[in-house]
């Protein structure tokens, strides 16, 4: 993170969030910005699992977004102001806990009033204690000062306890700057700092190509490959640059471009994309683009650039305070001074210690502390029905939502392909066209025909089968039990003269069509079936104020728009690319709507960051956008974005519970302090006691039932499905 001393630090944060495509590409740091290349390596934060997503040996994580950004759970430091809670590494809890240790032991001493614990041995003790968990904010509201930021949180918090020293009250000086430390603590605790994190991204592009020249074979940088030059990709290897197939046909993996839930065939000529993945035979390509110009590039380019166009959310109390604190100071410093005008017997050492006693009283601990605590307790109410909150700030804007745009494939489909029809021919049986096609789909590695074959099961087993014939782009061709079984597409019969009824050609989903002994034998059609809870989800958040839902997928457009239909869903786009989800977004926010996305592929990273809250499935997600988004849906219910709305706007009650609780008591105090009506006693209720009610308060968060039927326990089951994962769109 930039350093707050700097003059420069606006610049440097810009610096961070605008890093050059080239430098971001890279995983060394010799290769960064400067400013990137100085940001501290590592996230190991609670909220970052790294189940699933280890980093290979040798490589650093870059999480430029992250650093940048450096969300404190929605509480934006102004430049200036910024603070943190000790070196990356450092335990943070170490200096809170013996800063406690020593408060607890010197109240202890002065309750039994032991001989030595007096005058500067007192002092000594207790102000150790108060700089172990002060000095930070003291630092923070010093360096705010030549920013012109000087009415903060910082400087009331550094006024209010430097009095109850001057006084000598030194045990609530500590306690105060100690709460205060504790509450920044359980807020850094409950976000996510790498969340911004685009390491899964960097992992697709590939690190090295094959490059063929002059007769010779050569590997590579990707960054080095011209214009025009022929690169040769393996079988499960991924493009490295855009081009065109120079030899077809082949089968690709578009999942982390289209997002399309299956595998595409391309012929020769037609255009190849960087990101796809080979799946068949070796391919060569003609590079069409250079590195930085590849539509994966453009894909991480878009992700940075909607992290940096993100709003922040700025904390209540940050707003508060540039009022809040000016006035208090003032009024302090008139409750010295008036007195002495109107006030026959004045005495500036009494009027004195009104007046610091007054600071201590307005001293807003209570929301400091209930306000970061309110919001961790909805976090954690969050985490325990598996909706993961990266920052409070979204359990905000969660709570003003009108608009829910939804991937389809993982999102609000299951992400798996499974037979949803048999349709045999007429006078042929069912069961004998699943046996015969099933064992000959046992031959294919294709995504489909592992569907097909996980559908027929044992019925498949041990059929002789004999002379399969792939036939790249149609299907397959073989003997099954002595006979001829062709299995594929439509271009598959097409091609061996078998005529078909006209009807198949209507079919919108994946199809597998069959002919026997030259005949047509029937079709399966191979889908994604919507999740058990989708149509539920669509209706509890249209009953929750919801006033536009909309799908846009990768996926073909007919299909989409069946899935629409079936789901009641308001309006639906498919066949797009990422850039188009993000137009689709940019344009529905440019109209003034507060919408969430809600993905799971690596396609959707972009609009997931580009959204007021982007939403990650959690289990059928890619990290690149788990990591992307503000909330994670840890189950893969999207029946759960409503349970976050319910639990966002509980938040916001209790959270408003404990700033007018606040207000009212330390209102009343005031007045009294004020008086002289006050002691150091009440004070310590205006401010620890409230304190201590809202956090008692906040507590309730956790403790609520959010839960309606389907959201609250397990998801309903749904239809059985095969464990063949489809590509997200």
């Known amino acids: 993170m930039p350093d707050p001393t700097s003059p420069n630090t606006n610049e440097e944060l810009n610096t961070a969030k605008q890093a050059k495509l080239e430098n971001v590409g890279a995983l060394s740091r010799d290769q960064l910005t400067p400013e990137a290349a100085a940001a501290p390596e590592g996230h190991d934060v609670p909220g970052h699992d790294h189940a699933g997503h280890d980093h290979p040996a040798g490589k650093r994580v870059v999480d430029l977004a992250g650093k940048?950004?450096?969300?404190?759970a929605g509480h934006d430091h102004a430049s200036g102001d910024d603070h943190d809670h000790g070196p990356v590494g450092a335990n943070p809890y170490l200096w809170p806990g013996v800063s406690l240790a020593l408060l607890l032991g010197g109240i202890a001493l002065d309750y039994y009033k032991v001989g030595f614990f007096t005058g500067y041995v007192r002092l000594a003790w207790y102000g150790v204690a108060f700089l172990l968990v002060g000095w930070k904010v003291i630092r923070s509201a010093v360096l705010s000062i030549p920013s012109g930021n000087i009415f903060n949180e910082f400087l009331l918090m550094s006024i209010a306890t430097l009095g109850a020293f001057a006084i000598g009250e030194y045990p609530e000086g500590v306690a105060v700057m100690l709460f205060y430390t504790v509450g920044e603590l359980f807020q850094d605790a409950a976000v996510n700092r790498a969340k911004r994190s685009i390491r899964a991204l960097l992992e697709i592009q590939a690190t090295e190509v094959t490059v063929l020249r002059d007769g010779q074979s050569l590997v590579l940088d990707p960054k080095a490959v011209q214009l025009g030059d022929v690169i040769e990709v393996r079988p499960g290897e991924k493009v490295a640059l855009d081009g065109t197939l120079a030899k077809g046909p082949a089968s690709f993996n578009t999942a982390a471009l289209t997002g399309e839930s299956a595998p595409q065939t391309k012929q020769t000529g037609e255009v190849v994309l960087a990101g796809m993945i080979n799946q068949e035979s070796l391919v060569q390509v003609l590079v069409t683009a250079t590195y930085q110009d590849t539509k994966l590039a453009k894909i991480l380019a878009m992700v940075q650039d909607a992290v940096g166009r993100k709003a922040k959310t700025q904390q209540f109390i940050t707003k508060f305070a540039k009022v809040y604190t000016p006035i208090v100071v003032l009024l302090a410093v008139l409750l010295v001074l008036v007195p002495y005008f109107v006030v026959d017997d004045y005495v500036f050492r009494t009027w004195l210690y009104r007046a610091l006693v007054f600071l201590v009283i307005s001293c807003p601990c209570a929301l400091v502390i209930s306000i970061p605590l309110g919001y961790f307790g909805g976090i954690g109410a969050a985490s325990k029905a598996g909706i993961l909150f990266k920052g409070s700030n979204f359990l905000d804007v969660m709570r003003e939502l009108d608009t829910v745009v939804m991937d389809k494939t993982g999102t609000l489909t299951q992400g798996v392909f499974a037979v949803q029809q048999v349709q045999p021919a007429a006078g042929m049986d069912a069961a004998q066209m699943l046996r015969l096609v099933g064992a000959l789909e046992v031959k294919s590695t294709h995504p489909i025909a592992k569907a097909v074959v996980l559908h027929v099961g044992a019925a498949a087993a041990g059929v002789p089968v004999e002379n399969v014939e792939e036939i790249s782009g149609h299907g397959l061709r073989g003997r099954v039990e002595g006979r001829d079984v062709l299995a594929g597409n439509t271009k598959l019969l097409t091609k061996f003269n078998v005529a078909y009824p006209a009807e198949v050609d209507q079919v919108f989903d994946s199809i597998v069509v069959a002919a026997i002994d030259g005949k047509y034998a029937g079709y399966l059609t191979v889908a994604d079936a919507p999740k058990a809870d989708a149509l539920q989800t669509v209706q509890e958040l249209r009953a929750d104020g919801i006033t536009k839902i909309v799908m846009l997928s990768g996926?073909?457009?007919?299909?989409?728009?069946?899935?629409?239909?079936?789901?009641g869903i308001d309006e639906a786009h498919g066949g797009l690319l990422p850039e188009d989800k993000a137009r689709y977004v940019q344009e529905y926010k440019d109209a003034g709507r507060k919408l969430a996305f809600v993905g799971d592929g690596v396609n959707d990273a972009p609009v997931v960051a580009l959204a007021d809250v982007g939403i990650a499935m959690g289990g059928l997600g890619s990290d690149a956008t788990i990591e992307t988004a503000d909330v994670v849906i840890q189950t893969d219910h999207p029946s759960k974005i409503a349970t976050a709305r319910r639990i966002a706007r509980a938040t916001h009650s209790v959270v408003w519970q404990n700033i007018w609780l606040a207000f009212i008591v330390k209102g009343i105090v005031l007045v009294l302090g004020a008086g002289g009506l006050a002691t150091m006693w009440e004070a310590v209720f205006a401010d620890v006691?409230?304190?201590?009610?809202?956090?008692?308060?906040?507590?309730?968060?956790?403790?609520?039932?959010?839960?309606t039927p389907g959201t609250g326990g397990p998801a309903p089951a749904g239809p059985t499905v095969s464990p063949t994962k489809a590509t997200q769109s």
């Open 68 to 72: 940048a950004a450096d969300e404190h």
């Open 555 to 567: 996926d073909k457009d007919s299909i989409t728009q069946r899935v629409a239909k079936e789901l």
């Open 689 to 707: 006691g409230v304190a201590l009610l809202a956090i008692l308060n906040a507590v309730r968060i956790q403790r609520m039932d959010y839960a």
